[in-house]
């Protein structure tokens, strides 16, 4: 069915087909006459703004997301976002490199940290890197860090009950009942983060007192991927054996002792002088085994 009714069924019954109506005009030299006889009129070209590939009006190139996300001012989450601009495949390359420390991590390769000489300047531009095909950037993170401090103290309060409850099954004590001690998770959390973030910038404060090149988020970021090796060790203390859990628990302290170590070997050995360079590397290595032995003594201490 064809004509007027063609377009029945939209929604708006006075709607013309495409096409099937189109305003008169006039012809062009009509409009050259009311033109002249009119000496008002201005004839303005209208300007429509394009929109470049880049997505800004007018050609103009948009505004890249890390120029948004770069912010000095502390009290926005801009400020907060760029230490946490990190994803999957560096945080686990970073956990990688703290189970094998002989090679410097990645955010600290343009550092110079690591190289027997003077020029230990802090480099400040941002550098990317290539691995597996995939570019990853250089920036220290703190992502990691809160992660693998919050999942290890929830590992400790779960591992010290789990070796109460065997201590309490193989004592076969009738006359009291279990109960889970939540004492031993609280302790966990405030001990795990007082030293991953507290202590370690108070080892940053003594470093700038001493006028070394350390950013604040490069110590954070060593001591935060430091703790990991305590997680394997936190699960491996679960077998009800006191030498093995010994041995794992030395072993972990000492290898975390070594990875912050090894980081911060060159950088205090170039820029400090030997008495406070033997003074800083006794704090650093006696406070990590003192809180070491803190997981033996107390969240390990069952005798089982």
Not at 218 to 235: K, Q, R
Request: glycine letters at 4%; charged letters at 15%.
């Amino acid at each position: 069915m064809s004509g007027p009714y063609e377009n029945y069924g939209s929604n708006d019954p006075f709607k013309e087909s495409a096409g099937a109506y189109a305003p008169p005009t006039k012809p062009d030299n009509m409009q050259q006459r009311e033109e002249q006889h009119n000496p008002n009129s201005v004839s303005v070209p209208i300007q429509v703004p394009t929109k470049s590939p880049t997505g800004g009006p007018n050609g103009e190139p948009a505004a890249a997301p890390e120029a948004l996300k770069s912010t000095s001012k502390f009290w926005r989450s801009e400020f907060y976002q760029q230490f946490f601009d990190v994803d999957t495949n560096q945080v686990l390359l970073r956990l990688s490199n703290a189970l094998v420390p002989l090679n410097p991590p990645d955010f600290l390769m343009d550092r110079k940290w690591h190289m027997n000489s003077a020029n230990t300047d802090v480099q400040t531009e941002e550098t990317t890197f290539q691995e597996a095909g995939v570019t990853l950037n250089r920036r220290p993170d703190l992502y990691g860090p809160f992660w693998i401090c919050t999942t290890l103290w929830i590992t400790l309060g779960i591992v010290s009950n789990i070796m109460s409850k065997i201590a309490y099954t193989k004592a076969n004590d009738t006359t009291t009942k279990w109960t889970y001690n939540f004492q031993t998770t609280y302790i966990a959390c405030l001990v795990i983060y007082l030293y991953c973030f507290v202590f370690a910038t108070a080892v940053w404060g003594l470093m700038k007192w001493k006028s070394l090149p350390v950013a604040l988020t490069d110590t954070l970021c060593l001591y935060g991927y430091s703790m990991f090796i305590f997680e394997l060790v936190a699960v491996l203390c679960m077998v009800p054996v006191t030498a093995l859990q010994w041995i794992f628990v030395l072993l972990g302290g000492l290898w975390s002792t070594a990875y912050l170590i090894i980081n911060f070997w060159f950088i205090w050995k170039t820029s400090l002088e030997k008495k406070w360079f033997l003074i800083i590397v006794g704090i650093v290595s006696v406070f990590h085994i003192l809180l070491t032995l803190s997981f033996k003594f107390y969240f390990f201490h069952y005798k089982i």
